[in-house]
């Protein structure tokens, strides 16, 4: 994994866990044991952060989604395995995720 997707990955973490709004990107830096500028190294901004995460969280829906469809040859067993899947990924979601998602990146939340 590259150092710029494990900086996807914790953010998304941190996220989920306790909102966008809630995690700065000294908050970031810290969790990774690195610096800030190593992080911009990577990552130009705290809105291209933000919009990585969300490609990210996109990803792990759609994949664990058509993984769940291709389990079974029965239809209806996959639906409803791709549905708890689903039902599942979203209770991960905490409320201040969602809200600050909602009130401050308006067009990635409808994306998502």
Sequence with gaps: M???QEII??????YLKFGIKSITVDDLANALGISKKTIYQYIDNKEELIEAVMDELAF???YGIAKEMDSSEDIFDSLLRASVFLVRTMDKLSSSFFYSLQKYQHPLFNNL
């Excluded at 990955?9 to 941190?14: D, G, I, Q, T, V």
């Design 9 to 14: 990955n914790k953010a998304l973490e941190l």
């Design 2 to 4: 590259t150092e710029r």
């Design 60 to 62: 792990i829906i759609h």
